[in-house]
Protein backbone atom coordinates (compact mmCIF):
# COMPACT_ATOMS: atom_id res chain seq x y z
CA UNK A 1 0.00 0.00 0.00
CA UNK A 2 1.31 3.63 -0.78
CA UNK A 3 1.32 5.74 2.43
CA UNK A 4 1.04 9.61 2.24
CA UNK A 5 2.87 11.78 4.74
CA UNK A 6 1.58 15.94 5.11
CA UNK A 7 3.60 18.28 6.47
CA UNK A 8 3.09 20.51 8.79
CA UNK A 9 0.34 19.08 10.10
CA UNK A 10 -0.97 22.81 11.12
CA UNK A 11 -0.30 25.79 10.01
CA UNK A 12 -0.89 29.39 11.28
CA UNK A 13 -0.58 32.02 8.53
CA UNK A 14 -2.31 35.18 7.67
CA UNK A 15 -4.17 36.69 5.15
CA UNK A 16 -1.47 37.59 1.98
CA UNK A 17 0.96 34.93 3.06
CA UNK A 18 2.71 32.47 1.31
CA UNK A 19 1.75 29.32 2.03
CA UNK A 20 3.25 25.74 0.87
CA UNK A 21 2.03 22.40 2.01
CA UNK A 22 3.94 19.18 1.11
CA UNK A 23 2.94 15.45 0.60
CA UNK A 24 5.23 12.42 0.60
CA UNK A 25 4.51 9.18 -1.35
CA UNK A 26 6.12 6.34 0.17
CA UNK A 27 7.23 5.24 -3.08
CA UNK A 28 7.18 6.56 -6.98
CA UNK A 29 3.70 7.51 -8.20
CA UNK A 30 4.73 9.48 -11.12
CA UNK A 31 2.08 12.74 -11.44
CA UNK A 32 -0.39 11.00 -9.95
CA UNK A 33 -1.56 13.10 -6.60
CA UNK A 34 -5.06 15.41 -6.38
CA UNK A 35 -5.15 17.92 -3.84
CA UNK A 36 -9.01 19.10 -1.77
CA UNK A 37 -9.90 21.31 0.22
CA UNK A 38 -12.68 20.67 2.66
CA UNK A 39 -14.10 23.19 5.39
CA UNK A 40 -15.43 22.16 8.25
CA UNK A 41 -19.30 20.39 8.03
CA UNK A 42 -18.49 19.95 4.05
CA UNK A 43 -17.08 17.61 1.70
CA UNK A 44 -14.07 18.03 0.06
CA UNK A 45 -13.27 19.81 -3.00
CA UNK A 46 -11.09 19.26 -5.83
CA UNK A 47 -8.72 21.63 -6.49
CA UNK A 48 -5.69 19.99 -8.18
CA UNK A 49 -5.60 16.50 -10.27
CA UNK A 50 -2.18 15.15 -11.65
CA UNK A 51 0.00 16.94 -9.61
CA UNK A 52 -0.28 20.45 -11.30
CA UNK A 53 -3.82 20.14 -13.10
CA UNK A 54 -5.75 23.27 -11.89
CA UNK A 55 -10.04 22.26 -11.46
CA UNK A 56 -11.94 24.63 -14.16
CA UNK A 57 -12.85 27.53 -11.60
CA UNK A 58 -10.41 27.32 -8.92
CA UNK A 59 -8.45 30.51 -8.07
CA UNK A 60 -4.87 30.99 -10.08
CA UNK A 61 -3.52 31.58 -6.53
CA UNK A 62 -3.92 27.89 -5.71
CA UNK A 63 -0.86 26.35 -7.81
CA UNK A 64 0.70 22.25 -7.45
CA UNK A 65 4.36 21.00 -8.09
CA UNK A 66 6.40 17.74 -7.88
CA UNK A 67 6.18 14.56 -9.75
CA UNK A 68 7.66 11.23 -7.92
CA UNK A 69 7.55 11.03 -4.09
CA UNK A 70 7.41 14.56 -3.23
CA UNK A 71 4.52 16.97 -3.86
CA UNK A 72 4.12 20.20 -3.01
CA UNK A 73 0.49 23.07 -2.98
CA UNK A 74 1.20 26.53 -3.08
CA UNK A 75 -0.83 29.32 -1.80
CA UNK A 76 0.11 32.46 -3.50
CA UNK A 77 -1.36 34.94 -1.17
CA UNK A 78 -3.89 33.31 1.28
CA UNK A 79 -7.26 34.48 1.14
CA UNK A 80 -9.36 34.53 4.23
CA UNK A 81 -11.86 31.70 2.03
CA UNK A 82 -8.52 29.41 2.48
CA UNK A 83 -8.64 28.22 5.66
CA UNK A 84 -9.33 25.37 5.59
CA UNK A 85 -7.77 21.67 5.92
CA UNK A 86 -6.03 20.52 2.80
CA UNK A 87 -5.47 16.79 2.18
CA UNK A 88 -3.41 15.12 -1.06
CA UNK A 89 -4.37 11.57 -2.77
CA UNK A 90 -3.07 9.18 -4.80
CA UNK A 91 -4.48 8.23 -7.70
CA UNK A 92 -1.82 5.86 -8.70
CA UNK A 93 -2.50 2.41 -7.07
CA UNK A 94 -6.00 1.69 -7.69
CA UNK A 95 -8.83 0.40 -6.43
CA UNK A 96 -8.27 2.03 -3.25
CA UNK A 97 -6.65 5.07 -3.53
CA UNK A 98 -5.22 6.92 -0.55
CA UNK A 99 -5.58 10.27 1.15
CA UNK A 100 -2.89 11.78 3.38
CA UNK A 101 -3.63 12.79 6.69
CA UNK A 102 -4.29 16.18 6.35
CA UNK A 103 -2.88 19.72 7.19
CA UNK A 104 -4.83 22.31 8.60
CA UNK A 105 -4.67 25.83 7.47
CA UNK A 106 -5.16 28.54 10.55
CA UNK A 107 -5.70 31.92 11.29
CA UNK A 108 -2.54 33.05 12.97
CA UNK B 1 -24.91 18.97 -13.05
CA UNK B 2 -23.52 16.03 -11.47
CA UNK B 3 -26.01 15.57 -8.22
CA UNK B 4 -25.28 12.94 -5.42
CA UNK B 5 -27.69 12.84 -2.64
CA UNK B 6 -27.24 10.76 0.40
CA UNK B 7 -29.54 9.12 2.97
CA UNK B 8 -29.94 6.12 5.31
CA UNK B 9 -27.47 7.39 8.18
CA UNK B 10 -27.94 7.32 12.29
CA UNK B 11 -27.48 5.86 15.46
CA UNK B 12 -27.12 2.20 15.62
CA UNK B 13 -26.09 -0.47 18.30
CA UNK B 14 -22.84 -2.49 17.60
CA UNK B 15 -23.23 -5.05 15.73
CA UNK B 16 -26.52 -3.65 14.20
CA UNK B 17 -26.83 -2.67 10.22
CA UNK B 18 -27.45 -0.07 8.41
CA UNK B 19 -28.32 0.34 4.50
CA UNK B 20 -26.69 3.75 2.95
CA UNK B 21 -28.42 4.78 -0.46
CA UNK B 22 -26.81 7.56 -2.90
CA UNK B 23 -29.41 8.67 -5.23
CA UNK B 24 -27.65 10.21 -8.38
CA UNK B 25 -28.73 12.97 -11.17
CA UNK B 26 -26.29 13.68 -14.02
CA UNK B 27 -24.41 10.78 -13.84
CA UNK B 28 -25.40 7.41 -14.41
CA UNK B 29 -24.13 5.19 -11.57
CA UNK B 30 -24.11 2.02 -13.51
CA UNK B 31 -21.51 3.70 -15.88
CA UNK B 32 -19.39 5.43 -13.41
CA UNK B 33 -16.79 4.53 -10.63
CA UNK B 34 -18.29 5.18 -7.41
CA UNK B 35 -17.37 5.36 -4.14
CA UNK B 36 -17.85 5.43 -0.38
CA UNK B 37 -15.36 7.60 1.42
CA UNK B 38 -15.89 8.16 5.48
CA UNK B 39 -14.51 10.23 7.86
CA UNK B 40 -14.52 10.09 11.54
CA UNK B 41 -15.42 12.56 13.43
CA UNK B 42 -12.02 14.60 14.03
CA UNK B 43 -10.15 12.53 11.61
CA UNK B 44 -9.18 12.32 7.99
CA UNK B 45 -10.31 10.59 4.62
CA UNK B 46 -10.68 7.48 4.50
CA UNK B 47 -11.79 5.44 1.15
CA UNK B 48 -14.21 2.61 2.20
CA UNK B 49 -15.49 0.80 -0.58
CA UNK B 50 -15.39 1.07 -4.63
CA UNK B 51 -17.63 -0.32 -7.57
CA UNK B 52 -16.39 -0.35 -11.04
CA UNK B 53 -18.79 0.44 -14.14
CA UNK B 54 -17.88 -3.15 -14.55
CA UNK B 55 -19.28 -4.31 -11.71
CA UNK B 56 -16.08 -4.97 -9.92
CA UNK B 57 -15.81 -4.43 -6.10
CA UNK B 58 -13.12 -3.46 -3.58
CA UNK B 59 -13.40 -2.80 -0.13
CA UNK B 60 -10.75 -1.40 3.00
CA UNK B 61 -9.29 -3.44 5.26
CA UNK B 62 -10.95 -2.53 7.66
CA UNK B 63 -14.70 -3.07 6.39
CA UNK B 64 -14.44 -6.21 4.44
CA UNK B 65 -16.79 -8.96 4.98
CA UNK B 66 -18.85 -6.67 6.87
CA UNK B 67 -19.71 -4.06 4.31
CA UNK B 68 -21.12 -4.76 0.63
CA UNK B 69 -21.65 -2.32 -2.27
CA UNK B 70 -23.75 -2.46 -4.87
CA UNK B 71 -26.00 -0.06 -7.40
CA UNK B 72 -29.60 -0.33 -8.10
CA UNK B 73 -29.46 0.64 -12.09
CA UNK B 74 -33.62 1.34 -12.30
CA UNK B 75 -33.19 3.78 -9.84
CA UNK B 76 -29.83 5.18 -10.32
CA UNK B 77 -28.87 4.91 -6.80
CA UNK B 78 -26.00 3.35 -5.00
CA UNK B 79 -25.46 1.55 -1.79
CA UNK B 80 -23.83 0.70 1.40
CA UNK B 81 -25.10 -2.17 3.00
CA UNK B 82 -23.00 -2.31 6.09
CA UNK B 83 -23.63 -4.88 8.83
CA UNK B 84 -21.55 -5.92 11.84
CA UNK B 85 -21.16 -2.35 12.92
CA UNK B 86 -18.24 -1.37 15.51
CA UNK B 87 -17.64 1.35 17.22
CA UNK B 88 -14.58 2.69 15.25
CA UNK B 89 -17.45 2.80 11.89
CA UNK B 90 -18.71 5.87 13.50
CA UNK B 91 -17.92 8.38 10.70
CA UNK B 92 -19.50 10.41 7.69
CA UNK B 93 -20.09 8.61 4.77
CA UNK B 94 -19.95 10.52 0.88
CA UNK B 95 -21.26 8.75 -1.74
CA UNK B 96 -18.42 9.97 -4.45
CA UNK B 97 -18.16 9.60 -8.21
CA UNK B 98 -14.67 8.33 -9.15
CA UNK B 99 -12.70 10.31 -12.52
CA UNK B 100 -9.50 9.36 -14.02
CA UNK B 101 -8.55 8.38 -10.33
CA UNK B 102 -9.44 11.91 -8.61
CA UNK B 103 -12.90 12.27 -6.87
CA UNK B 104 -14.94 15.68 -8.94
CA UNK B 105 -17.99 14.62 -7.43
CA UNK B 106 -18.91 14.60 -3.53
CA UNK B 107 -22.60 14.29 -1.80
CA UNK B 108 -22.93 15.94 1.04
CA UNK B 109 -22.31 13.29 3.75
CA UNK B 110 -24.17 11.48 5.70
CA UNK B 111 -23.64 10.63 9.78
CA UNK B 112 -23.29 7.03 10.99
CA UNK B 113 -22.87 6.74 14.73
CA UNK B 114 -22.38 3.50 16.21
CA UNK B 115 -22.80 3.59 20.04
CA UNK B 116 -24.33 1.68 22.69
Known amino acids: DIQLTQSPSTLSASVGDRVTITCRAS??????LAWYQQKPGKAPKLLIS???TLKSGVPSRFSGSGSGTEFTLTISSLQPDDFATYYC??????????FGPGTKVEIK | EVQLEESGGGLIQPGGSLRLSCAAS????????MSWVRQAPGKGLEWASV???????FYADSVKGRFTIFRDSSKNTLHLQMDSLRLEDTAVYYC??????????WGQGTLVTVSS
Open chain 1, 89 to 98: QQSYSYPLYS
Open chain 2, 51 to 57: IYAGGET
Open chain 1, 50 to 52: QAS
Open chain 2, 26 to 33: GVTVSNSY
Open chain 1, 27 to 32: QDINIW
Open chain 2, 96 to 105: TRVFQGVIDD
